[in-house]
């Protein structure tokens, strides 16, 4: 039998349960996802955060500038697979999503 354990920042996982550990984590794919919809519905699909906490999680990836610039902003249209975006602005959009869920971990951690 294996032994052993995984920590993230000094956490052992096992001590945590399954639930919190998963809200705790995201995956960002080499091949990103976005949704027909707005880039606002993409940062945010369940209207948990507000205007102030997107835009946060956009800085945190770079990409406020470029949002800010598009016809519409945050309510800017993302066509179907995000056609629209490359595959590099696709990537930092979903990684500015997990950051914008994650925002209250950054602020006091786990």
Same mark, same amino acid.
């Given at each position: 039998? /294996? &032994?052993?354990?995984? !920590?993230? #920042?000094?956490? #052992? +996982? /096992?001590?945590?349960?399954?639930?919190?550990? =998963?809200?705790? %984590?995201? +995956? +960002?794919?080499? !091949?990103? @996802?976005?949704?027909?919809?707005? @880039? =606002?519905?993409?940062?945010?699909?369940?209207? &948990?955060?507000?205007?102030? &906490?997107?835009? !946060? /999680?956009?800085?945190? $990836?770079?990409?406020?500038?470029?949002? !800010?610039?598009?016809? *519409?902003? %945050? #309510?800017?249209? $993302? &066509?179907?697979? *995000?056609?629209?975006?490359?595959? *590099?602005?696709?990537?930092?959009?979903?990684?500015? =999503?997990?950051?914008?869920?994650?925002?209250?971990?950054?602020?006091?951690?786990?």
């Amino acid at each position: 039998m /294996a &032994e052993g354990s995984i !920590e993230i #920042d000094g956490i #052992d +996982i /096992a001590t945590l349960g399954l639930h919190d550990l =998963r809200s705790k %984590l995201s +995956i +960002i794919p080499q !091949e990103p @996802v976005l949704f027909l919809g707005t @880039v =606002r519905y993409n940062l945010d699909p369940f209207d &948990e955060h507000s205007d102030q &906490e997107i835009w !946060e /999680a956009l800085s945190m $990836v770079n990409l406020k500038s470029f949002i !800010e610039n598009l016809t *519409g902003g %945050l #309510d800017a249209a $993302v &066509e179907e697979n *995000g056609s629209n975006f490359s595959v *590099g602005q696709r990537q930092l959009i979903c990684m500015s =999503r997990a950051c914008a869920s994650h925002l209250q971990t950054y602020q006091t951690g786990w």
